[in-house]
Antibody, heavy 120, light 107 residues
């Protein structure tokens, strides 16, 4: 069974940092694009970043470019999101998602999400 | 940025009825459009990709159509478990964006 399990969320002050992790199992992690997608009260579903199966291509939403870094460790079947200079508008539920079959930009399945709250 | 506008915001129908959900793109996205279903307390699930292809395991009552700027998700005969919010998403260019969702309620 394909599983994606996120962790690392929590409450952080504005300007702070968090590192999210996503543990993947049940499929060949090193063969798939992976992504982070967030769901926020203000903007609904928002794509955050994508990374190619080998890490050789990475794309970011403008809203996080320069502050967030997506990475992966194929030996550990893990995806990461380093989030720096956090803002209140980054508050939301962060999902890890797999590229569907060979597709980079359709997402399925998704994890259950990890909650990030940015507040003083 | 391509804006996806979904309508209606809420659809309230009885079991067995046909549901028609709309997604309009602010620019041509060719057929690069997907539909997702999100049930309460759950993550989204891919239903349809490339406008009309059902994802693995998706029941045949779900179908997608359209190209360019106008797209439709049809649920041919509503089941109680179809109560959810449905989102569209494009992959025509960066950034990838989602629509605001249509909530389907079962009477």
């Amino acid at each position: 069974e394909v599983q994606l399990v996120e962790s690392g969320g929590g409450l952080v002050q504005p300007g702070g940092s968090l590192r999210l992790s996503c543990a993947a199992s049940g499929f060949t992690f090193s063969s798939h694009w992976m992504a982070w997608v967030r769901q926020t009260p203000g903007k609904g579903l928002e794509w955050v970043a994508n990374i190619r199966h080998d890490g050789g291509q990475i794309f970011y939403a403008d809203s996080v470019k320069g502050r967030f870094t997506i990475s992966r460790d194929n030996a550990k079947n893990s995806l990461y999101l380093q989030m720096n200079i956090l803002r209140a508008e980054d508050t939301g539920l962060y999902y890890c998602a797999r590229g569907y079959e060979t597709q980079a930009n359709w997402f399925d399945p998704w994890g259950q999400g990890t909650l990030v709250a940015v507040s003083s | 940025e391509i804006v996806l506008t979904q309508s209606p915001a809420t659809l309230s129908l009885s079991p067995g009825e046909r549901a028609t959900l709309s997604c309009r793109a602010s620019q041509n996205v060719n057929n690069y459009l997907a539909w997702y279903q999100q049930k309460p307390g759950q993550a989204p699930r891919l239903l349809i990709y490339d406008a009309s292809n059902r994802a693995t395991g998706i029941p045949a009552r779900f179908s997608g159509s359209g190209s360019g700027t106008d797209f439709t998700l049809t649920i041919s005969s509503l089941e109680p478990e179809d109560c959810a919010v449905y989102y569209c998403q494009h992959r025509r260019n960066w950034p990838l964006t989602f629509g605001g969702g249509t909530k389907v309620e079962i009477k």
